[in-house]
């Protein structure tokens, strides 16, 4: 398999549920898988300040724990797609990977890790506010 741009590697990972293990009552609160993959993909999950649903995604990993099915998986990956910008050449671009073991505390959860476009953003706005802090210095 080739890899259409191979030096593009900045991962963007969210998490679903998404809550600090000393917040048990959010954790607790029951989801379902429907809702879990929309918590994967909503801003809120994200661990960048960014919106994956406005900017191209390359390629998306998802990884489940708990009872969950690949009919499941599956069902939400054809109902997210069409909400997501998925690069044309890259229609299929979800790898998915089921482990049958739940983490700690929770029935179930997902992680992933999307090849997206809108890390850009972030670092522009890292390099205008290093631009800003650099002509103060002189």
Not at 94 to 102: T, V
Request: glycine share 4%; aromatic share 8%; net charge positive.
């Amino acid at each position: 398999m080739q890899v259409p741009f191979p030096r593009m590697h900045f991962l963007l990972s969210s998490m679903a549920p998404l809550a600090a293990p000393r917040d048990k009552a959010q954790l607790a609160a029951p989801r379902s898988v429907d809702q879990l993959f929309s918590d994967a993909f909503s801003r809120e999950n994200v661990l960048l300040a960014c919106d994956p649903r406005n900017h191209t995604c390359l390629a998306t990993a998802l990884m489940m724990r708990g009872r969950l099915s690949l009919s499941d998986a599956q069902r939400n990956v054809t109902r997210l797609r069409p909400i997501l910008c998925v690069a044309h050449w890259n229609t299929e671009g979800f790898k998915l990977g089921l482990c049958s073991q739940p983490p700690v505390g929770l029935p179930y959860s997902l992680l992933c890790l999307s090849n997206n476009c809108c890390i850009r953003d972030t670092f522009s706005n890292l390099m205008a506010r290093f631009g800003r802090l650099y002509k103060r210095k002189f």
